[in-house]
């Protein structure tokens, strides 16, 4: 494995790179200016397996030349070092996730051996890479207004749902409902694609109508096989301003013959409210009917305390940013006990979303979230892939017993 080093302390260099030899690594090239480093990384990106880059340095900072590998995409690894705070720390190693840099740690100064062994695996190990992420900024294909308008009235637009276990035991509690395109010609296209322009040219409210029916519809379907689970579906602001969309889930809700406390509205106000009253007076009149209201993303965006104020969510969703890996960071896990402790206070069910590692699901369980949602559980699926994955969960649930006992 080929080291490239960047440290504008000759001291620290001089370290590390005795660590490294005893560790078993030959080939490595340090480097105490940023320019000199970024200049050989220009001619060839592909010169170095992996880089130990520390952030303050003058001239270009550790932050720069993040940005700098992301330019030039460098697909190796990457290790930050720094004697800074934890903080800053954690905030550079999200940045050069975001980039989709291949981070496989950030610690402080010094280094332990043992630290940079786990990091960095076997001496004679190659490139890994990082695993490929679709940017979804950037999509495919550009679809028009008028193409989405004809995929909802053709039926293209399907449903996917990802199930919710109660942490305490692992039972399967309900499911969130999600969207996918079944193009014809395309395959299947993600919400990435549509959503947006969806929500622009005022297509949201017809659209969140046919998946509302359809999670409905599916509902019932469960319900008769005796699964009794809560049927969440994202529910946009277009709608939420609608004073007679109260009516319409009643009466879709009545068509189903299923408990109207088994329908759960997410709601992420994604964009400015035009009429705030209109959405008070719908979503209030939406609790008189008995319908869960769950707040999407909480501490994100504009998902604040004032509207945990204001509206009667009955649910609070932590936003994933604040789940995946908070055992590790501790400024993310204070922010996922405050919000684990404010649905306790105001009496509301949490539900934590992006559980994806073990690690995450006993933190979450030793704080007492009630519900967990991520690819620790299930990824979203097809409402015909459920039955399979059912016995599944079952025989995983046993497993997990001495977790969730």
Not at 17 to 43: M, W, Y
Not at 60 to 81: N, P, S, T, W
Not at 99 to 128: C, F, I, N, W, Y
Request: hydrophobic share 45%; proline share 5%.
């Amino acid at each position: 494995m080929k080291l490239l080093l960047l440290d504008d302390e000759s001291f620290a260099l001089r370290l590390l790179t005795h660590q490294l030899t005893k560790l078993g690594f030959t080939e490595i090239v340090s480097f105490d200016e940023p320019a000199r480093a970024l200049d050989v990384l220009e001619q060839d990106v592909h010169c170095a397996d992996m880089v130990l880059l520390d952030l303050q340095m003058p001239g270009i900072d550790g932050i720069e030349f993040i940005r700098h590998l992301a330019r030039l995409r460098f697909h190796g690894g990457l290790v930050l070092v720094s004697g800074e705070d934890e903080r800053i720390l954690q905030t550079a190693r999200r940045l050069a996730e975001a980039h989709q840099l291949d981070v496989r740690g950030a610690v402080h100064k010094p280094v332990a051996p043992a630290a940079l062994s786990a990091m960095l695996g076997p001496a004679e190990s190659t490139r890994r890479g990082p695993t490929p992420v679709h940017n979804p900024a950037v999509p495919a294909t550009a679809y028009t207004p008028e193409r989405i308008a004809a995929g909802i009235a053709a039926g293209e637009f399907v449903n996917v749902y990802q199930p919710k276990v109660r942490l305490a035991d692992g039972e399967v509690t309900g499911v969130e409902t999600l969207v996918r395109w079944q193009h014809p010609t395309d395959g299947l296209v993600m919400p990435s694609q549509f959503i947006e322009l969806a929500e622009e040219h005022g297509l949201i409210d017809p659209l969140t109508r046919t998946i509302l029916v359809n999670a409905l519809e599916q509902g019932k379907r469960w319900r008769l096989e005796g699964r009794e689970l809560h049927v969440a579906v994202n529910i946009s602001m277009e709608s939420l301003s609608t004073l007679e969309f109260p009516d319409f889930v009643a009466a879709m809700v009545r068509a189903a013959g299923i408990p109207p406390h088994l329908l759960v509205l997410e709601v992420t106000e994604s964009r400015l409210m035009k009429n705030p009253l209109a959405v008070l007076d719908v979503l209030t009149r939406m609790r008189l009917k008995h319908v869960g209201l769950s707040i999407d993303d909480f501490g994100t965006g504009h998902s604040s305390l004032a509207q945990l104020r204001d509206i009667p969510f009955d649910e609070l969703k932590v936003d994933r940013r604040f789940v995946h890996q908070a055992h590790a960071d501790s400024a993310t896990r204070t922010i996922l006990e405050a919000s684990l402790g404010i649905a306790r206070q105001l009496g509301m069910r949490s539900v934590a979303e992006g559980v994806e590692l073990q690690s995450d699901w006993d933190l979450l369980r030793e704080l007492g979230c009630d519900v967990a949602q991520g690819y620790f559980v299930a990824r979203p699926m097809p409402a015909a892939a459920f039955t399979k994955w059912f016995g599944e969960w079952e025989t995983r649930r046993q497993a997990l017993r001495p977790s969730v006992a």
